[in-house]
């Protein structure tokens, strides 16, 4: 109900019909609803949660510029150091306009780039039919030598020119668009002006394949167009019916692909650094298979040392600058304050933590978040290879996206005379990140906060990106570093992470679940237990147990609803206290094939079933969970154990004993052939089930459906004997 209240108060703001007085109650009522979120701790979207954070910082700037101009307007001072004042306001508040403007103005600056990126999509559309201009520019071949003049200028190091040309590059692969109504008409009148009248209203770019023109009269099409549009605040078109696999693709064979790696290699400048940064991510949005098989060619093919050294470099330098901003920061903490008891108090919970950098788990005394004294160790002051690592990792990522194979063993040796292995050093950048040299691995809270949430979190995607396949070789290899840092993944799954929890709860949720998943694709497919004892190696199994009615306790007092019902309408980008919990529990369930105390707590078996029923946690997960037996490739049997989805609830147990009883099993994988084959119809009878919900009575029939089919047989039956009795008919005579 708080979320649906919030959406509508956020949706009521952008009408155009509100006064400003009513537009400024509205967006005061979002404020405090905002803020009532943070103090209760509910979960709000990170879509909604981002939009209403510009919605009340545009607020915010406009009435910061008014009480300005009217202070201005107030205290005007005629003396010759007032008079210098006054020149200083009055620049700031230009300054202000101007960002204001630039802000207004944005939505229309969009459109006209957009115009330009559709422009070097289909460049021959520009000149006559049969031109030997319009042959020369189709097929590609004007992108090819744009990204070769790109490649060029990288020996004149034109810095600003190289930007712009990787942006426009990259805006190419944004296939779907959204503009405001007033940017949007812009939009097409730019392309009626370079393209003529060869527009089509449902087309993304405003252009037909054919150059025809479907409506003579101009003005009245776009008066249609804009009458169609107002209807909404934003628009959302597709760029022509390209997909963003075919543009990747499309981009590669023109040498994209070759210009980001002599762009990371040459590293002529920060902002280049990061414009390549971004072209290489946009490449392999969505893990292109074939962008990533040309990465590894070209790795493979050239000298990648020097790419790999780059990495690796920056890697070093980031986490270098972040022990020294830990340090410096710690030095702050402890050195704070006038009152020796407090400092001593503080030195003490440091060096508990740092005794405790082998038991995790351990209860150490953290200082509260409201204590004037008490300050987080954040990243301010880090240098611009910090910042960028996000985008490194984000890179490293995306390149072994699907599971490939190839890339994650790359990633970890190369066969170059220097082997750089990158899977290590972004283990060593989350253990600094989190504190683990500095000896606080107990306190998590003082490393962990708004301003490295994004980072950490991409530590824990990317390690597990290396993982997942299985790759054997980068479990081992994370296993096996001498840094804490399976410690510290450990720490932040079962850790309270203060004072982060207390105003994003969301964010904790999120690295809960990614540090869950990290673990489990570290376990994922091992037949031995060396990963079972590392992970164990510094915790209790009580930890874990605990750590599951935790989440389960906290999904019960925040959301406050049916659990599959509201994981689902949550959506996927959202990490919910029972989503974390029950990746928390697959985890200790694979740990407890290792661990007979963590099995005995877990309370598997029949001979538990009694004290697991008594566990409303443990009942709960234990009932929605499921797993199966796989044969792999080298023929040993792995066990998976997997979340049961929420909609498969509404599969009724006339399906369950139909497919178990009627499942082809003539030859050996018949069975497995004939599932797949039923899928379809099994996942369309739970969505119906779902939607029978809404209606009782329906529901209670289709819940008993095997009583009405026998029903209809006792009736057919009925009906067919008193046929048999009474036959032969007697013969009746009809009059004409």
């Not at 105390?597 to 969970?625: I, M, Q, V, W």
Request: proline share 3%; aromatic share 6%; hydrophobic share 40%.
């Amino acid at each position: 109900m708080f979320m649906r209240l919030l959406k509508g108060a956020f949706q009521l703001s952008r009408c155009d019909w509100l006064s400003g007085e009513q537009k400024f109650h509205v967006e005061n009522c979002i404020k405090t609803l905002s803020e009532i979120a943070n103090e209760r701790k509910i979960v709000i979207t990170a879509d909604l949660n981002a939009q209403m954070s510009s919605l009340l910082s545009r607020s915010l700037l406009g009435n910061r510029i008014g009480n300005k101009w009217m202070d201005r307007v107030r205290s005007r001072r005629p003396s010759g150091l007032g008079g210098s004042r006054d020149y200083r306001t009055i620049i700031e508040g230009l300054q202000d306009i101007v960002s204001l403007f630039e802000e207004e103005m944005r939505p229309q600056v969009e459109a006209e780039k957009s115009v330009l990126v559709d422009v070097m999509h289909r460049p021959d559309r520009l000149f006559p039919e049969d031109s030997e201009s319009r042959v020369q520019c189709s097929g590609g071949g004007f992108v090819s030598k744009l990204i070769n003049h790109c490649e060029k200028m990288l020996e004149n190091i034109d810095e600003d020119l190289i930007i712009r040309l990787l942006n426009t590059i990259r805006c190419m692969m944004k296939t779907n668009l959204q503009f405001t109504p007033d940017a949007l008409a812009l939009r097409m009148r730019l392309l009626r002006r370079y393209y003529g009248d060869s527009v089509v209203e449902n087309s993304g770019t405003g252009m037909d394949d054919q150059g025809n023109d479907d409506d003579a009269d101009k003005e009245d099409e776009e008066e249609d167009w804009c009458t169609k549009i107002k209807q909404s605040n934003t628009v959302s078109v597709a760029r022509d019916d390209l997909t963003l696999f075919q543009v990747q693709c499309l981009l590669d064979s023109a040498g994209a692909t070759e210009l980001f790696i002599k762009l990371v290699i040459s590293a002529s400048s920060p902002a280049v650094f990061h414009e390549s940064l971004q072209l290489g991510i946009s490449l392999l949005e969505g893990g292109n298979p074939l962008i990533q098989r040309s990465f590894h060619e070209r790795f493979v093919g050239q000298n990648s040392e020097l790419f790999f050294h780059t990495i690796f470099t920056k890697m070093e330098k980031a986490i270098s600058e972040i022990k020294s901003c830990h340090a410096v920061a710690t030095t702050d903490v402890t050195g704070q304050g006038n009152n020796k008891a407090r400092v001593d108090d503080i030195q003490d919970a440091l060096s508990q933590a740092a005794a405790a950098s082998k038991a995790a788990m351990a209860n150490l005394r953290k200082p509260e978040d409201d204590d004037p004294q008490y300050k987080e160790i954040g990243l301010e002051g880090v240098g611009q290879e910090v910042m960028e690592m996000t985008h490194v990792l984000r890179f490293l990522q995306l390149l072994c996206e699907n599971h490939n194979l190839q890339l994650q063993n790359y990633l970890r040796k190369q066969d170059n005379k220097n082997s750089y292995n990158l899977i290590n050093e972004t283990l060593e950048l989350l253990d600094t990140l989190c504190g683990g040299t500095t000896g606080g691995l107990g306190l998590l809270g003082l490393y962990i906060n708004e301003g490295n949430f994004e980072l950490v979190d991409q530590c824990l995607c990317t390690l597990t990106e290396f993982c997942q396949g299985p790759c054997p070789e980068n479990q081992t290899a994370i296993a096996q570093q001498e840094s804490n840092g399976i410690d510290i993944i450990v720490a932040i799954v079962l850790n309270d992470i203060n004072p982060l929890a207390k105003r994003r709860m969301s964010l904790v949720l999120q690295l809960k679940n990614d540090a869950a998943k990290l673990l489990l694709s570290i376990m994922e497919s091992r037949q031995d237990s060396d990963m079972a004892e590392r992970i164990m190696q510094n915790i209790q199994p009580s930890y874990l147990i605990n750590a599951i009615r935790q989440a389960f306790n906290t999904g019960d007092s925040t959301e406050g609803l049916d659990p599959l019902d509201t994981e689902e309408d949550m959506g996927d980008d959202v990490a919910t206290p029972h989503e974390v919990g029950h990746n928390i529990y697959i985890l200790a369930y694979q740990l407890s094939e290792f661990n007979k105390e963590l099995a005995h707590l877990l309370c598997r078996g029949f001979a538990n079933e009694a004290n697991r029923l008594s566990d409303p946690a443990l009942d709960y997960y234990s009932k929605r969970t499921a797993q199966i037996e796989v044969v792999r490739y080298d023929r040993t049997l792995e066990r998976i154990v997997f979340q049961v989805p929420p909609i498969c609830n509404y599969l009724t147990k006339t399906s369950k004993l139909k497919v178990l009883y009627t499942a082809e099993r003539d030859e050996q994988g018949s069975k497995v052939t004939d599932f797949f084959a039923r899928t379809d119809d099994l996942f369309n009878e739970m969505i119906w089930q779902k939607k029978l919900r809404d209606n009782p009575l329906l529901y209670a029939i289709s819940r008993n459906m095997p009583f009405w089919a026998n029903i209809a047989f006792l009736l057919a039956v009925i009906c067919n004997s008193l046929v048999a009795l009474f036959y032969p008919f007697p013969a009746v005579e009809t009059e004409i």
